[in-house]
């Protein structure tokens, strides 16, 4: 059992192609691994995230909020990158991280930070900006 998203790894800036080459590799070591329960749970993830009621786009930026106020700066990275291939707006980016800024409070300020500045990278890496 293998979980890919379809991600242009060559198209990202070179922090976060690390942060996704990294997670697929351990995310192979997992499914080597992986008991029932595991398996489960990964299934449940990617379908959580897909298009229903709700948009795909949505549920990113869902996620994105929920990364920012549990401080994971992994899942924001993640999420980061889903919500770019997902075409979120810069409008819409800043507001869903000014809820999970209102809702996390300042704690989550430096985990904000970060996710702009990987925001910022990816726009630059698709304008094909230095």
């Given amino acids: ?7 242009q790894v060559e198209q990202l800036p070179p922090e976060l192609k690390a942060f996704w080459e990294e997670r697929e590799r351990l995310n192979e070591i997992v499914f080597e691994q992986a008991n029932l329960t595991i398996k489960r749970f990964f299934s449940l993830d990617g379908q959580a995230y897909r298009e229903g009621a709700l948009s795909a786009r ?51 300020i430096p985990h904000l930070r970060r996710a702009f500045r990987w925001w910022k990278a990816l726009k630059e890496a698709a304008s094909g900006a230095p």
């Fill in 58 to 108: 949505t549920k990113e930026m869902l996620g994105l909020v929920a990364s920012l106020v549990l401080r994971c700066d992994d899942c924001i990275k993640y999420h980061v990158i889903r919500c770019h291939q997902e075409g979120i707006s810069d409008a819409e980016f800043g507001e869903a991280l000014s809820v999970g800024l209102v809702v996390g409070g300042s704690i989550v």
């Fill in 1 to 7: 059992m293998k979980r890919t998203d379809d991600v």
